[in-house]
C-alpha cells in the first residue's frame, strides 16, 4: 500500500517534508506567538478538508475562535463558504471550563468516531497543561488522546507556544511522530523567520533552517539552498563572448558555456559596466540574459544603459532591481530563478556580491548559496558574472570576496592607475579555467561604447 501524504497546499514546503506530513500522524506545529502557527493550520485546513471528510479546527483557551476567524478571513486561502461544510471551526473553551481534560478527551473521541474528518486540529494544545491536575493526568490525556486518534486513522495537528529549547523536556513533543518549529532568528539589524523540522517519523526530510514569510497567500517557505551533485552533465562547446572583443581574446576566446565569472574592483572601475556589455553583448546574437542588481534603481540602471547607447527596451535583456534591505536571500534565490526561467536565459549577472553577502550575515550560508547558485547555472548552460566591490583603488594585495574566488572559472582584476595627469583604468585577467589566458594587465578606459580595452601596461 503506497505511503499517504497530507499536503501543505505548498510544493516548498512539502519538499521540506519529503512529500508532506505522513497522514495519518500526530504532527505538533510549534512556536512562540505570532510565528505563523495558525495561518499554517489554516492553510492545511483549507487544502484537506472536504465536505465528505472535512477539517475541524478546535480551538482551545488560549485564543477566542472569534479572533481567528477574524484574522482568517484576511488571507486569501480562506474561503468563508466553505467554513461549515469542509472546514469545521468549534471552541473547546466551554467543555475544558465544565469537564476538564477527561470532557475534551471524550468529547474529541466521540467527534472522530461519529464523522471521520480529514486533518484534526487543536489550537493551543500547550493551553490544556495549565488545565491539568499535575503534570501525571497531563501525561495520562495525551496518551490516550494518540490512542483514539491512531485507532480511528485521524490525521492531527497540535499547535503550541513552544520554544525549541522546552520541547525536549514535553510529553507531547515525544508522542508526537513530526515536529515544525516556527522561529524568529536574529539576522544582525534585522530579523528573520526560520522553519525548522525537527523530527518527522518514517521519512526523511530536508535540515536545516528554512526561510518562510507570513503573506497574504499564508505562509511561502523558501527552503534551505543545498545543492546535490547531480552527477556528469554536458555544456555546449561554443563559446559566450564577454561583449568586449579585446576582453575575449585575454581570456581565451571568450568564457565557457556555463562558467562564472568574478570581477573585481573598487568603486567606479567599471564593474556594472562590464556586466552589462556581457548582457547586451549576448542579446545582439539572440542569447537572452538577466542582470540583477542590487545597486542601482531601475531609474539609474536604464539612465546608463541609454547612455551607451544600448536599447533599454531590448526583451532578450532582463533587468531585475532589488533593494539589499529587504532581502531574504533563499526567496531572493527561488524568485530570481523563476526571472531566468521565464527569460529563457543563458546568462546571468549578479551586481553586486557584496550587497547580497550583507543579506546573509552567516558567512557560511553565503557560501552554500553561492555553490547552489552556480551549480544549477552551470548545469543550465547559463553563464554567470559576478561583481565585487574591493576597498583598495590603485593596488591588490588579497582577494577579499567572500572565498568565491575558488569557485568561480574565471577571475578579472579591475584597479585604477596613478599617472600624473589622470586617474586611469588596468584590468588583469588573474584566472581562467580550462583555458589559456594572458595575464597582462592592459589599460582600458569607458567610452560611450563601453569598455574599450587599449595596449599592455608595459606599452603604454
Known amino acids: 500500500m503506497p505511503e499517504r501524504r497530507l499536503t501543505s497546499g505548498q510544493a516548498p514546503l512539502d519538499a521540506i517534508l519529503n512529500g508532506g506530513l505522513i497522514n495519518p500522524s500526530i504532527a505538533l506545529i510549534a512556536g512562540l506567538p505570532g510565528s505563523g502557527k495558525t495561518v499554517l ?27 481567528i476567524l477574524y484574522f482568517g478571513e484576511a488571507l486569501s486561502f480562506f474561503d468563508p463558504d466553505r467554513v461549515g461544510h469542509s472546514v469545521l471551526f468549534e471552541d473547546l473553551g466551554g467543555q475544558l471550563d465544565d469537564h ?29 497543561r495549565h488545565r491539568a491536575v499535575g503534570e501525571r493526568e497531563f501525561e495520562g490525556f495525551i496518551h490516550q488522546l494518540a490512542g483514539h486518534l491512531a485507532a480511528t486513522g485521524t490525521m492531527a495537528l497540535w499547535l503550541g507556544e513552544y520554544r525549541r529549547d522546552e520541547l525536549e523536556g514535553c510529553p ?22 526560520a522553519l525548522r523540522v525537527l ?10 533552517a528554512h526561510a518562510y514569510r507570513i503573506e497574504a497567500t499564508g505562509i511561502k517557505v523558501f527552503p534551505r539552498l543545498s545543492d546535490i551533485d547531480a552527477g556528469p552533465y554536458e555544456l555546449s562547446q561554443r563559446r559566450a563572448t564577454s561583449g568586449i572583443a579585446a576582453l575575449d581574446e585575454l581570456v581565451g576566446d ?22 552589462l556589455q556581457f548582457i547586451y553583448g549576448g542579446a545582439r546574437l539572440g542569447e537572452p540574459g538577466v542582470f540583477a542588481s542590487l ?39 527561488y524568485d530570481l ?53 574591493s576597498a583598495e583603488l590603485y593596488g591588490h594585495t588579497r582577494l577579499s570576496e567572500r572565498g568565491v574566488s575558488h569557485l568561480s572559472d574565471n577571475v578579472i582584476l579591475l584597479q585604477y592607475l596613478r599617472n600624473e595627469t589622470h586617474v586611469g583604468r588596468a584590468l588583469t585577467v588573474l584566472k581562467t579555467r580550462a583555458s589559456r589566458h594572458i595575464p597582462q594587465s592592459h589599460q582600458f578606459d569607458i567610452t560611450h561604447d563601453g569598455i574599450d580595452i587599449t595596449a599592455p601596461l608595459n606599452a603604454v
Request: charged fraction near 20%; include cysteine; hydrophobic fraction near 40%.
Open 172 to 193: 507531547e513533543f515525544a508522542i508526537a511522530d513530526a515536529a515544525v518549529l516556527l522561529a524568529t532568528e536574529d539576522a544582525g539589524q534585522r530579523d528573520s523567520r
Open 199 to 208: 523530527k518527522l517519523r518514517g521519512s526523511d526530510f530536508r535540515s536545516g
Open 295 to 333: 545597486q542601482e534603481n531601475r531609474v539609474q540602471l536604464e539612465r546608463m544603459i541609454s547612455g551607451f547607447g544600448w536599447d533599454v527596451k531590448e526583451r532578450a535583456a532582463v533587468l531585475r532591481c532589488d533593494s539589499p534591505n529587504d532581502v531574504y536571500i533563499d526567496q531572493w534565490y
Open 254 to 275: 571568450g568564457y565557457w558555456p556555463g562558467s562564472a565569472t568574478l570581477v573585481i574592483g573598487p568603486s567606479g572601475s567599471g564593474k556594472t559596466v562590464m556586466g
Open 337 to 389: 530563478l523563476e526571472t531566468i526561467q521565464s527569460a529563457g536565459a543563458y546568462r546571468l549577472v549578479i551586481d553586486s556580491l557584496g550587497d547580497l553577502a550583507a543579506a546573509c550575515p552567516d558567512e557560511k550560508r553565503f557560501r552554500e548559496f553561492i555553490y547552489a547558485l552556480l551549480n544549477h547555472c552551470s548545469r543550465a548552460g547559463i553563464s554567470v558574472l559576478l561583481t565585487y566591490e
Open 41 to 67: 493550520a489554516q492553510q492545511y485546513a483549507f487544502t484537506n478538508g472536504t465536505e465528505q471528510r472535512p477539517a475541524i479546527y478546535l480551538s482551545t483557551v488560549a485564543e477566542p475562535l472569534s479572533k
Open 100 to 128: 476538564g481534560l477527561n470532557g475534551v478527551l471524550s468529547h474529541i473521541g466521540s467527534r472522530v468516531e461519529r464523522q471521520p474528518c480529514s486533518l484534526l486540529i487543536i489550537d493551543s494544545f500547550r493551553a490544556l
